[in-house]
Nanobody, 116 residues
Framework: QVQLVESGGGLVQPGGSLRLSCAAS????????MGWYRQAPGKQREWVAR????????YYADSVKGRFTISRDNAKNTVYLQMNSLAPEDTAVYYC?????????WGQGTQVTVSS
């Protein structure tokens, strides 16, 4: 079992920045990769970014490439999502995901609202 707790969401103006955090606990040693998803009102959950826990490779959705950066702090068992140049269409609940061979785990989500 893996437990994930997100934090860092909030209200930001267009063009602003936020950094989301996802703290992992439990059986973290068998995590293959970690990622971020988001779900806007009335829309399906969509993938945003992910990072391999082995080689550290990172991948991004086209909609956030060049603006968002996923990173990790192994000492803190935490994955981050740095979000720059935020736009109203980035408004959503952001979820952290951890993938193991035996399944996947989700955090409770953190709300990000981009509005003037």
């Amino acid at each position: 079992q893996v437990q994930l707790v997100e934090s860092g969401g909030g209200l930001v103006q267009p063009g602003g920045s936020l950094r989301l955090s996802c703290a992992a606990s439990g059986n973290i040693f068998s995590i293959l990769n970690m990622g971020w998803y988001r779900q806007a009102p009335g829309k399906q959950r969509e993938w945003v970014a992910r990072m391999s826990t082995t080689g550290g490779s990172t991948y991004y959705a086209d909609s956030v490439k060049g603006r968002f950066t996923i990173s990790r702090d192994n000492a803190k068992n935490t994955v981050y999502l740095q979000m720059n140049s935020l736009a109203p269409e980035d408004t959503a609940v952001y979820y952290c995901q951890a993938v193991q061979t035996q399944g996947q785990y989700w955090g409770q989500g953190t709300q990000v609202t981009v509005s003037s």
